[in-house]
């Protein structure tokens, strides 16, 4: 019997049953026995970093326009839960419906009675210039977390699409470990080449099924595959035949239970 057990992260704190990048999304899915977060991070209009994935508020918040446009304090006015088929018309349930800071959710994990890793993710790192990438670093040391300490209480990998994002990362805070997310191939990563000291590559589904070489080919040059986002039992079972070292999923408990059956 094979003692092969991939890590489990809460995509955006495990979208499917709360709503996405709240306190009580990710604080569930830590219960539930989550090994990680996922979570995506932006710039408000004033310099702070928000958990919110879409460039928009619409989807998911009773307010409107661009995230960037808005400051801390009006975000903090809106409710980020109530779209969402889950939240409770007649209640108020601030765990569900205010809007999540990393500063917030730092806090939160560092407090949470056991070690949490945490993948933030940096959304659009070239409208800012280094901005999001330098108040993210700054934002980490300040919590302490840019050592890569392993008795950390949150150990924390910074994720992006875009080679330059991780490149202004290992400038700043080269111990943070990142991942560089796939969702088509670019050249000398289906040879398991990462730019910029990478550790990590962080696949969707799709590319690794139609790229069945791919894994392997990362495994083989001593690098790690987290793949994303894996909802769908069938899905499941490929990423598990690859062995792959990080399982990133809207539904934890579904992820954990399959695992467990194991
Ligand atoms: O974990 C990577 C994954 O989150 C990337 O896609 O659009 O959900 O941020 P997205
Ligand atoms: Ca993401």
Not at 21 to 41: F, K, N, P, Q, S
Not at 79 to 86: D, I, L, Q
Not at 101 to 122: F, H, K, M
Not at 211 to 224: D, E, T, Y
Request: with cysteine.
């Amino acid at each position: 019997m094979s003692d092969y057990r991939p890590l489990v992260f809460a995509h955006r704190g495990g979208a499917d049953a709360l709503p996405e990048h709240t306190l009580g999304a990710y604080l569930r899915a830590i219960e539930e026995g989550a090994d990680g977060l996922e979570c995506d991070v932006r710039l408000t209009r004033d310099g702070h970093l928000v958990c919110v994935h879409d460039r928009r508020l619409n989807r998911t918040s009773n307010g409107r326009g661009l995230v960037s446009n808005k400051t801390l304090a009006e975000l903090d006015a809106l409710n980020f839960g109530s779209w969402h088929p889950g939240y409770p018309a007649d209640e108020e349930l601030p765990h569900l419906s205010r809007l999540l800071t990393l500063d917030r959710l730092l806090e939160a994990l560092r407090g949470c009675g056991r070690p949490v890793r945490l993948l933030i993710e940096t959304k659009h790192p070239s409208r800012y210039g280094a901005e999001v990438e330098r108040r993210l670093v700054g934002l980490l040391r300040r919590h302490g977390l840019t050592e890569g300490r392993p008795d950390a209480p949150v150990s924390v990998t910074v994720m992006s699409f875009a080679a330059l994002a991780l490149r202004r990362v290992r400038a700043l805070a080269p111990a943070i470990p990142t991942v560089y997310l796939l969702e088509i191939l670019p050249p000398g990563v289906g040879r398991g080449r990462l730019p910029f000291g990478a550790r990590i590559a962080g696949p969707g589904v799709g590319l690794v099924k139609a790229r069945p070489g791919l894994v392997p080919a990362i495994k083989a040059a001593g690098h790690q595959a987290y793949v994303w986002t894996v909802n769908e039992p069938d899905d499941l079972d490929i990423v598990l035949e690859h062995q792959v070292d990080g399982v990133i999923t809207d539904r934890p408990r579904f992820v954990l239970e399959r695992l467990a059956e194991m």
